[in-house]
C-alpha cells in the first residue's frame, strides 16, 4: 500500500488531487471509450467533484470490461441452504484456529477498538473471518474494472454501482491512491471487511494514526473500521445479541418476521406461545427466526446488536454465523 502511495506522490496532486491520474492520459483507446454512460458520468464527476474531465477520460482508457463480472452477478442463485448445511461452511476448526491467532496478534488493537466502540473483540474478529478468512480472500478483480463494469454494463443495478464508483473514485482521491491497483471483490467490495467505497468513505478509520485509511493490509484500520460500522449501526454495548427460544402450540408460527426488521415485540410472542429463555422486556421489539438445525428447528429471537449484525448483510443466518462463530473463538481462545 505504502508503493501506491509513493506512486501517487509521484504526481501533481490532481485538482485538489486529479493529477494523480495524470500518468495514464497517453494510454490507447479502452472498453469504454465511446461508452455514453461513461461520458455522462466523466461529467458528472467533473461538475459535481471537480475532477478534471480529460484526466479521469485517461484513467477509463485503461478500465477492462469483464464479463467474468457480468457472468458472476448474473449467475443464478444457488439453493438456500437450510441452517445445518450454512453453519458448517463458517465454523470449521481452520477458521477457528486462524481467528484465535488472528486475536492473538492483534490483541491490544482489539482490546482498543472494544473499549471505544463498545464492540467486543470476538465479533470483530469474526466479521473478518467469515468475509475473508482472515485476509486469505479478500479478491482479485481491481475494483475499477468491477463497479466500471456493472455500472455501465449491468442496467438491473447500475445506478447503484455507478454510486459505488464515485466513492470509490472519491476515496482514491481523498487518500492519495492510485484507483487502478485496488483489488476487490466482483461486487466492490475491499479489503479485510469486505467494505464497498460508500461503507469506506462513512465508516472506515484510521485507526492506527498514521494519516491513512488502509483496510487492504492494515489490520488495525480494518479492526477499528468494522467496529466503528458496527457503532454506528446501533450495536449496544454490554448487551446480547439472540436469545433461544421454545415454542408450543399452533400459533408460534405467525410471530415469525418476514424479513429483518425487528417486527414483533417479546409480549407479542410469548402470547403466540413463545417462551424466551432470558429475561426480556414485554415491550422489546425483536427479530423471531426459526432455522432448520441438524436437530430439528431452531427458534430463536434476534436483539439490536443481531439487527446491527445483519446491517453487514440482510441475513438472518449470516449474523447467526458470525455470533457463533464470535462464541467459538471465545471458547477455543480460553482453552487455548
Not at 464527476?45 to 485503461?62: I, K, N, T, Y
Request: charged share 20%; hydrophobic share 40%; net charge negative.
Amino acid at each position: 500500500m505504502q508503493a501506491v502511495r509513493n506512486w501517487a506522490t509521484r504526481c501533481a496532486p490532481w485538482f485538489g488531487a486529479v493529477s494523480l491520474f495524470g500518468a495514464v492520459q497517453l494510454a490507447e483507446a479502452g472498453d469504454y471509450d465511446n461508452s455514453p454512460q461513461m461520458a455522462e458520468f466523466v461529467g458528472q464527476m467533473s461538475r459535481d467533484h471537480g475532477f478534471a474531465p480529460e484526466q479521469l477520460m485517461g484513467v477509463f482508457r485503461e478500465v477492462q470490461r469483464k464479463q467474468s463480472i457480468l457472468d458472476a452477478i448474473s449467475r443464478p442463485a444457488e439453493r438456500v441452504k437450510p441452517w445445518k448445511e450454512y453453519r458448517p461452511m463458517f465454523l470449521t476448526d481452520a477458521r477457528i484456529a486462524r481467528g484465535v491467532d488472528f486475536w492473538r496478534q492483534h490483541e491490544a488493537v482489539l482490546a482498543r477498538a472494544e473499549q471505544e466502540y463498545g464492540v467486543p473483540a470476538q465479533y470483530i474478529v469474526s466479521i473478518i473471518g467469515v468475509e475473508t478468512f482472515f485476509g486469505r480472500n479478500t479478491g482479485n478483480f481491481r475494483v475499477l474494472d468491477a463497479l466500471s463494469t456493472l455500472g455501465f454494463d449491468y442496467p438491473p443495478r447500475a445506478e447503484f454501482f455507478r454510486k459505488e464508483l464515485r466513492e470509490f473514485l472519491l476515496l482514491a482521491r481523498e487518500e492519495q491512491l492510485d484507483p487502478l491497483t485496488l483489488k476487490g471483490s466482483y461486487a466492490g467490495a475491499m479489503g479485510l471487511p469486505q467494505f464497498m467505497p460508500s461503507s469506506f468513505r462513512n465508516y472506515a478509520v484510521d485507526f492506527d494514526g498514521d494519516g491513512h485509511i488502509n483496510i487492504w493490509t492494515n489490520p488495525d484500520d480494518a479492526i477499528g473500521s468494522v467496529a466503528s460500522y458496527f457503532k454506528r449501526h446501533g450495536w449496544m454495548a454490554g448487551e446480547e445479541v439472540v436469545s433461544r427460544a421454545t415454542v408450543q402450540g399452533e400459533r408460534a408460527d405467525q410471530g415469525l418476521t418476514t424479513g429483518i426488521e425487528p417486527a414483533s415485540t417479546v409480549g407479542q410472542l410469548r402470547a403466540l406461545g413463545w417462551s424466551v429463555h432470558d429475561s426480556l422486556r414485554d415491550d422489546l421489539p425483536v427479530t423471531a427466526f426459526r432455522l432448520e438445525g441438524e436437530n430439528g428447528p431452531e427458534y430463536w429471537v434476534g436483539l439490536k446488536n443481531f439487527y446491527a449484525i445483519t446491517r453487514y448483510n440482510r441475513s438472518v443466518m449470516y449474523a447467526m454465523a458470525v455470533h457463533q462463530l464470535a462464541q467459538q473463538l471465545v471458547q477455543a481462545r480460553g482453552v487455548n
